[in-house]
């Protein structure tokens, strides 16, 4: 599958917290893909890799990891929310965080 209309898109906690954005330039701050600012960097609170904070832990209700949440990360593009990045297949507009970050090149976050 391809997700190139999700470049772009910036991904939005429900507290509207930002993210990052979902581009292929590894030299963006804002990207997803740059590890030494708070979306890519594994470490941040603030990111989604981060498999103990609050938007990349498999038990939070902000994180696109949890299968059964209501409230995950929005995809958002020119304001319009057009998706959400969720494990949560049940959600309307869901797309898979692994999927997408294995199109962007990103390895899938280990929980064993």
């Known amino acids: 599958m391809s997700y190139t209309i999700l470049l772009g898109a910036r991904l939005v906690g429900c507290n509207g ?3 990052g954005t979902i581009t292929i330039n590894k030299l963006d701050s804002a990207s997803l893909l740059y590890p030494y600012a708070p979306p ?18 498999q038990f939070n209700s902000m994180s ?15 304001g ?3 998706g ?19 199109w962007l090149g990103i390895p899938p976050i280990n929980y064993s």
């Open 64 to 78: 696109a990891y949890n299968p059964v949440t209501t409230t995950p990360p929005s995809i958002v593009l020119n």
């Open 80 to 82: 319009t929310v057009i």
């Open 84 to 102: 959400y990045l969720t494990k949560n297949r049940a959600l309307t507009g869901a797309i898979d965080p692994d999927s997408l970050f294995e």
């Open 40 to 57: 890519g960097n594994k470490l941040s609170p603030n990111s989604i890799f981060n498999k103990f904070g609050s938007y990349g832990n």
């Open 17 to 19: 917290r930002n993210l």
